[in-house]
């Protein structure tokens, strides 16, 4: 069975600063991994997925994931966090064939100006 | 997402009400889906499709049911709602294959009295 953690409800962090929000995961096989971030009011959006291949993923809006297969984890992460970064952030793993995929609970982000 | 609508965007009913949510999409994707949202437990699979001849259950069926009439347009109904129903209900798309992001709708609040 897969399933995907998420240790943190909440980050908090100052704007300019750099930004982590963590995720780990479990599954049997390998790992498709994915970030989305929610809006307040809005669905959900794609942001980034590893499948295979470098272990730094870059995405949207200047966010980047580390894939670390030792640890499970799959961090997302942004150098210099922005005020309009503050949103609630889903990582998701996704089996193969792609008809199942498995959010974690979610985390929200606060950047403070 | 304009390319995934969602009606209606807010709804308020009384137990034992007969609902249906509406799902329209002009992506051209074949696989659509239907999660709910709870705070605290991410995002959870009702339903998904992968054509319109194909449905199939998720982890939460019990109490949904769904139609998919076109390629376009996929329907989730509450026959006969519960106060533990009261949800975000959000569809989604994506192409067909693995590894896929999907695509989500703005979402529907759902309140069962």
């Known amino acids: 069975a897969q399933s995907v953690a998420q240790p943190e409800d909440q980050v908090n962090v100052a704007e300019g600063n750099p930004l982590t929000v963590k995720c780990t995961y479990s599954?049997?096989?390998?790992?498709?991994l994915f970030w989305y971030v929610q809006y307040p009011n809005r669905g959900l959006q794609f942001l980034l997925k590893?499948?295979?291949?470098?272990?730094l993923v870059k995405g949207s809006y200047g966010f980047e994931a580390e894939f670390n297969k030792s640890q499970t984890s799959f961090h997302l992460k942004k150098p210099s966090a922005l005020v309009s970064d503050s949103a609630l952030y889903f990582c998701?793993?996704?089996?193969?064939?792609?008809?199942?995929?498995?959010f974690g609970a979610g985390t929200r982000l606060f950047v403070k100006a | 997402d304009a390319d995934v609508t969602q009606t209606p965007r807010n709804r308020i009913t009384k137990t034992g009400k007969r609902i249906m949510l509406e799902c329209s999409q002009t992506?051209?994707?074949?696989?659509m889906y239907w999660y709910r949202q709870d705070p605290g437990l991410g995002l959870r699979l009702i339903y998904y499709?992968?054509?319109?001849?194909?449905?199939n259950k998720g982890e939460i069926s019990d109490g949904y049911s769904v139609s998919r009439q076109a390629q376009a347009k996929f329907s989730l109904s509450l026959e006969s709602a519960i106060p533990n129903q009261t949800a975000l209900y959000f569809c989604?798309?994506?192409?067909?294959?693995?590894?896929?992001?999907?695509?989500f709708g703005p979402g529907t609040r759902l309140t069962v009295l």
């Open positions: 989604a798309t994506s192409e067909s294959g693995s590894f896929n992001e999907q695509f």
């Open positions: 599954v049997s096989g390998n790992p498709y």
């Open positions: 590893y499948i295979t291949g470098d272990n």
């Open positions: 998701a793993v996704q089996n193969t064939g792609g008809f199942k995929t498995i």
């Open positions: 992506k051209g994707h074949d696989r």
């Open positions: 499709s992968f054509d319109v001849k194909d449905i």
